[in-house]
């Protein structure tokens, strides 16, 4: 069983809706103290079960949410990465959380420049966030890479108010110039 919505893919990346058999993936992501830090902190899988449901269901109700993202080489799960905006969210976002086991291959980076561009040309997004905490460095450098930038601090919903974030961002236009000057970004 698969969450409906598009199918994307990147050189090394398959990004496509929250299916039944990422949940494993995504009990493994949440159980990494590293991996888990900045997106709600380890949870226990029933928890982990909800969230999971929670952005199987934004793809049925409001045509687009994080998509899990599989390393095409092998069909893995690797991660969630894409367009996020529950109820609110400071802004229209697109957010990353990769198992910590891949970090620094660029996956984020590619997947996300993929959902970006996803984002602006089919759900017509004018504006791109990305909520960060200030002691997240490796996130920061691929809203960098992103070409985003710091646009100042930030403030989540319940039950999260209390979390510092900063918010990067740019414009559709500013993406779209981005990617003409480099289209190999990510």
């Not at 949940?23 to 982990?48: K, N, T, W, Y």
């Not at 910590?100 to 791109?128: F, N, P, Q």
């Not at 100042?152 to 003409?180: C, D, I, K, N």
Request: net charge neutral; charged share 20%; proline share 8%.
């Amino acid at each position: 069983m698969q969450a409906p919505g598009p199918r994307i893919e990147t050189a090394r990346l398959i990004l496509r809706p929250t299916a039944l058999e990422d949940f494993e993936g995504f009990v493994a992501l949440m159980s990494d103290p590293d991996s888990a830090r900045h997106i709600g902190g380890v949870q226990p899988r029933s928890v982990v079960w909800r969230g999971m449901c929670g952005m199987a269901g934004g793809w049925a109700l409001q045509g687009f949410s994080m998509f899990s993202v599989l390393e095409r080489s092998t069909g893995r799960w690797i991660g969630r990465v894409g367009p996020w905006c529950p109820e609110g969210w400071p802004g229209t976002e697109v957010g990353w959380s990769l198992l910590k086991e891949t970090w620094g291959r660029g996956y984020a980076t590619e997947a996300a420049s993929a959902a970006m561009d996803w984002a602006v040309d089919h759900l017509g997004w004018t504006d791109i966030i990305h909520s960060i905490a200030p002691e997240n460095t490796p996130s920061q450098q691929v809203a960098l890479r992103l070409g985003s930038r710091l646009r100042g601090p930030g403030r989540l919903p319940a039950p999260f108010e209390a979390a510092t974030v900063e918010l990067w961002g740019q414009s559709r236009e500013e993406w779209r110039a981005r990617r003409r000057a480099a289209p190999s970004i990510g």
